[in-house]
T-cell receptor, first 114, second 115 residues
Framework: AQSVSQHNHHVILSEAASLELGCNYS??????LFWYVQYPGQHLQLLLK??????LVKGIKGFEAEFIKSKFSFNLRKPSVQWSDTAEYFC????????????FGDGTTLTVKP | DTGVSQDPRHKITKRGQNVTFRCDPI?????LYWYRQTLGQGPEFLTY????????KSRLLSDRFSAERPKGSFSTLEIQRTEQGDSAMYLC?????????????FGSGTRLTVV
């Protein structure tokens, strides 16, 4: 069964700092990859997704993620964070077999200090 | 369409009671998923439907859990003889699977507390 590992449980940054959140998955086949975000008091929202093609994908609010197949990684990045980026971030993997089920990591809480 | 709706938002029940949750997905979405989330963990897959067909159910799910999507629209998740370990946030999500997989649209969840 596939699993997803998010290396950092809690990250604290100052505004304007650069962000990189790690995500590794364990599955050798073709995968679809997602990052979701949950702002305080809100429901989970899709931030970005990768299916195929360019391994560098861009999402909403200036976030991007890079799929590195050889490293089984899909790290999330943002060049300059804002206080409003304070949230919990979840990486998820789905097998590319139209199975539908996604496996989520345990999340990384990002706190951005103003 | 205002998104995925879940009802109730909160449910407190005594151990041993049955509870039922409802999810109304985005109307044009053909897939509906149920996940469970506890504090400090990511969402854990329970089951999913394509239209009215239940296509997969987690092996972790005991026989006390059952889900339906009778007309391919809304879905219900029932937990019988609740236990304290069932306390969690129950999340519903929907997606449209046409040419390929899409990300989920989540509801706000139903928080279950078993006392």
């Amino acid at each position: 069964a596939q699993s997803v590992s998010q290396h950092n449980h809690h990250v604290i940054l100052s505004e304007a700092a650069s962000l990189e959140l790690g995500c590794n998955y364990s599955y050798g086949g073709t995968v679809n990859l997602f990052w979701y975000v949950q702002y305080p008091g809100q429901h989970l929202q899709l931030l970005l997704k990768y299916f195929s093609g360019d391994p560098l994908v861009k999402g909403i609010k200036g976030f991007e993620a890079e799929f590195i197949k050889s490293k089984f990684s899909f790290n999330l990045r943002k060049p300059s964070v804002q206080w409003s980026d304070t949230a919990e971030y979840f990486c998820a993997v789905a097998l590319n077999t139209n199975a539908g089920k996604s496996t989520f990591g345990d999340g990384t809480t990002l706190t951005v200090k103003p | 369409d205002t998104g995925v709706s879940q009802d109730p938002r909160h449910k407190i029940t005594k151990r041993g009671q049955n509870v039922t949750f409802r999810c109304d997905p985005i109307s044009e979405h053909n897939r509906l998923y149920w996940y469970r989330q506890t504090l400090g963990q990511g969402p854990e897959f329970l089951t999913y439907f394509q239209n009215e067909a239940q296509l997969e159910k987690s092996r972790l799910l005991s026989d006390r859990f059952s889900a339906e999507r009778p007309k391919g629209s809304f879905s219900t998740l029932e937990i019988q003889r609740t236990e304290q370990g069932d306390s969690a946030m129950y999340l519903c999500a929907s997606s449209l699977v046409a040419m390929g997989l899409e990300g989920y649209t989540f509801g706000s969840g139903t928080r279950l507390t078993v006392v």
